[in-house]
């Protein structure tokens, strides 16, 4: 059963997403969302684990010219728009979705989701073959489980790219798109149920198990296994190889400026330094000036 739930604030939205793996977390379980993997995932659901989103600058602009966007989108197509506030879940599949916008033309309605979208983001991450365009797999999947969720049979991805081009892309319910996206769900609720957690990637849960394990019980000694101590070992080694490497990254810097001196950019064939200065500045502290050094290197263009 569908249910439509309008969220009182902030906390209760959140309260509501806690409950159901929602359209921004199903790429995870698929393995492809830039922002949570299934290992983070389960242990949120199955711990009832408080998030705490961490707005970075771009998502806060991001948030603040959504609105921006959407109506500039609505003026040029001449739609009629409505910021779509409900929550909107499946009961028993415990899956939800919230969404931006809803727009009418003409006595149809659809859904627009909107992203503000850097130019470099655009060029690595999205796909484009001429006139075709397909937005990231992740935004892709949401998309699809808000037309699963919401019924209606059309979504269109508005996104703005570098801040002056518009790109829209219209999406339909894909049948077997939502009925994988349906079948993983399920399939994660069984291992929540059944406390059955999955595999962690070590290297992208790095950071997440560290929060996990964040608690030492005093006095509790662990005596070590083969597994540990080859770990450790493995770690101790990472640690001189990682000593070794900063030292030669630095070796190589302060021989790049004995040969630049002054300069503030350095071009090369492939690749360009950028040493200008940060100048000094006051915050808490104060922070003595020092160079900003970059090497950036050019990608190799496909051969034609």
Request: charged residues 30%; aromatic residues 10%.
């Amino acid at each position: 059963m569908i249910e439509t739930i309008q969220p009182k604030d902030e906390a209760h939205w959140l309260s509501l997403r806690k409950q159901d793996v929602t359209s921004t977390e199903v790429a995870a379980l698929f393995g492809i969302s830039p922002y949570i993997t299934a290992y983070e995932l389960w242990h949120r659901k199955h711990d009832n684990l408080d998030v705490e989103f961490e707005v970075n600058e771009r998502m806060k602009w991001g948030t603040r010219l959504q609105d921006s966007i959407a109506e500039g989108i609505a003026e040029d197509y001449k739609w009629a728009i409505r910021k779509k506030t409900e929550y909107l879940r499946d009961t028993d599949l415990r899956a939800g979705a919230s969404f931006d916008f809803e727009c009418k033309s003409h006595g149809e309605e659809w859904l627009l989701e909107i992203k503000n979208v850097d130019s470099l983001a655009f060029r690595d991450g999205w796909i484009v073959d001429g006139d075709n365009v397909e937005a990231p797999p992740h935004i892709e999947l949401q998309v699809q489980q808000q037309l699963a969720l919401s019924g209606l049979k059309v979504a269109f991805i508005g996104a703005l790219i570098g801040g002056n081009r518009v790109v829209l892309i219209r999406r339909e319910p894909d049948r077997v798109v939502i009925q994988s996206i349906q079948k993983r769900i399920r399939q994660f609720w069984d291992s929540v149920r059944d406390h059955r957690e999955p595999q962690p990637d070590f290297g992208r849960d790095a950071d997440f198990i560290a929060k996990l394990y964040s608690f030492a019980e005093p006095g509790k000694v662990f005596n070590a296994d083969d597994r540990v101590s080859k770990l450790a070992f493995a770690y101790k080694q990472a640690g001189q190889e990682e000593k070794q490497a900063k030292e030669k990254k630095d070796a190589s810097k302060a021989e790049i400026l004995t040969i630049v001196g002054a300069a503030e950019k350095v071009v090369g064939e492939t690749f360009t330094i950028s040493a200008g200065l940060i100048g000094p500045c006051h915050m808490d502290y104060d922070r003595p000036g020092y160079r900003n050094f970059k090497v950036n290197f050019k990608k190799e263009k496909p051969n034609a």
